[in-house]
């Protein structure tokens, strides 16, 4: 995934871009990195490796050392950004979040025009720097931006950091979000909607769809007005927002909590407790305890002092270990209970089934699933989500494809995209059975869009029913 701010300040921004962009660490655990521009000094940037620590920590020095009155930041659980280019356009920063699927065809028409591009350590081109080059093939900053929406399949949202201001591009589908804030000093561009409160800001506006302004210390002006349609990405309410956080207007903790209410008046289990697996899952448990009647515990707690974000080990081997280390059991609590648990998804079902032993080995009686989304049966198309992974690895298509005997048609995966069919039950029973639960209730796909609020036609859906 990944997560950007920018702050344009009549004084130094850069006290505000620091933590701005440290409110995004729960969306990247890759890379991060912040350009600056002042009058006197010109263009400042810094890139960080952050896998084994947290955003503060690599960037002090910088918080202290740079300068600047412009600036843009991020964090990446990809590529290194942001990337400083200089061009006919001068030199400008840009950092961006998003999914290009037709990249290879992009760079392939771009460079017949004699242009390079360097190669990252896997052998793929940094897609900011693609971006960039796509700008770069218009006479001026808006016609580029628009080139890009144009012909990017996937999604794009971005900021660009120039002498004169800062650029902010939201998706053409509005997939990502960008809200903007003001203060006297000041304004900010960002992707969580809460990284600016604590800065003494207050919400500005939200962009809208394809919408483009450019931000100054002295105001933000639209430069292409927003579209109508809309396909805000549904699972940045159901996992990747912060609690704390709202899209267009509707905030992710009410969501969660509509959703475990939703889940308890579809249910007929009585658990002893209802717990969430922490972090994204408490909301939408304490929607279900508070339904349902049945009492709120917390079973397990995440250790965090020494684990402030996803560390994975070099071994391949000892990941399912280590993901699993951060949950510590507390026995009284699950000694003889009947414990109804609540994630926000499935996706491979590895670390949930191992949860579920542990559990299991700590005394629980019976272990009820019932995650907040419906089965994941597509990968994503728009958006580089590091929870998401090939179909074939998701345990839905697995179990299907065992049920079925083989790969299946689109006609009858979506069969298992209705909760009424029988087909869809199958599957259901079949994983509930593999992953070693009591019993296993998956969100409906009507029920999740009615606990966001907004119109079903706004909002992506594609990795639960395939629908663009």
């Known amino acids: 995934m990944g997560g950007f701010f920018a702050a344009a300040s009549k004084e130094d921004c850069v006290f505000d871009l620091f933590f701005g962009v440290d409110y995004h660490s729960h969306l990247g655990t890759r890379r991060a990195g912040m350009a600056v521009y002042s009058e006197e000094d010109g263009f400042d940037k810094a890139i960080h490796n952050i896998e084994n620590a947290p955003f503060r920590t690599k960037f002090t020095k910088e918080s202290n050392e740079m300068h600047g009155t412009l600036g843009i930041g991020c ?116 992707f969580e909607s809460f990284a600016f409160l604590n800065l003494g800001y207050t919400s500005y506006k939200e962009l809208g769809p394809g919408e483009v302004v450019v ?21 940045l309410w159901i996992y990747y927002g912060y609690p704390s956080s709202s899209y267009e207007g509707i905030s992710v903790e009410k969501m969660r909590y509509n959703c475990g209410k939703a889940l308890a008046k579809r249910d007929n289990v009585k658990p002893d407790i209802v717990a969430g697996i922490p972090d994204s899952g408490i909301a939408h448990a304490i929607g279900y305890s508070n339904e349902s009647g049945i009492p709120y515990s917390r079973p397990f707690v995440k250790y965090t002092p020494t684990w402030p974000r996803s560390f994975m080990p070099t071994h391949q081997s000892k990941r399912n270990l280590i993901a699993k280390m951060k949950l510590i059991p507390i026995n009284d609590l699950i000694d003889g209970q009947s414990l109804l648990l609540i994630d926000d998804s499935i996706v491979r079902g590895t670390q949930l089934r191992e949860t579920t032993e542990f559990l299991y080995a700590n005394g629980a009686k019976e272990v009820h699933i019932r995650p907040a989304c419906p089965p994941l049966l597509f990968g994503c198309k728009y958006l580089n989500f590091s929870r998401s992974t090939s179909e074939m690895e998701l345990i839905t298509r ?31 029973d079949k994983i509930c059975e593999e992953l070693h639960f009591t019993s296993l209730r998956y969100h409906r796909l009507d029920d999740m869009i009615e606990s966001v609020g907004i119109g079903a036609e706004k909002l992506c859906t594609y990795c639960w029913n395939g629908e663009e």
Do not use: W
């Open 75 to 190: 964090i990446s659980d990809f590529e290194a950004q942001p990337i400083l280019v200089r061009s006919h356009h001068g030199t400008f920063a840009i950092t961006t979040v998003g999914k290009i699927n037709n990249a290879d065809k992009i760079v392939d028409d771009i460079i017949k025009s004699n242009t390079h591009f360097f190669e990252m350590q896997n052998g793929d081109i940094n897609p900011t720097e693609l971006v960039a080059a796509i700008i770069n093939q218009k006479e001026n900053f808006i016609d580029g931006i628009r080139y890009v929406q144009e012909i990017v399949d996937g999604s794009l949202s971005m900021l660009i950091l120039t002498p004169k201001g800062i650029y902010c591009a939201r998706d053409k589908m509005g997939r990502t979000p960008i809200v903007i804030g003001e203060k006297e000093d000041g304004y900010c561009a960002s």
């Open 215 to 235: 931000m100054t210390a002295d105001g933000v002006k639209t430069l292409v007005a927003p579209g109508k349609d809309m396909k805000i990405c549904t699972f």
């Open 398 to 428: 697995r179990v299907i494809n065992e049920l079925e005997g083989g790969d299946v048609d689109d006609a009858t995966l979506k069969e298992y995209t209705n909760p009424d069919s029988e087909k869809y039950q199958k599957m259901v």
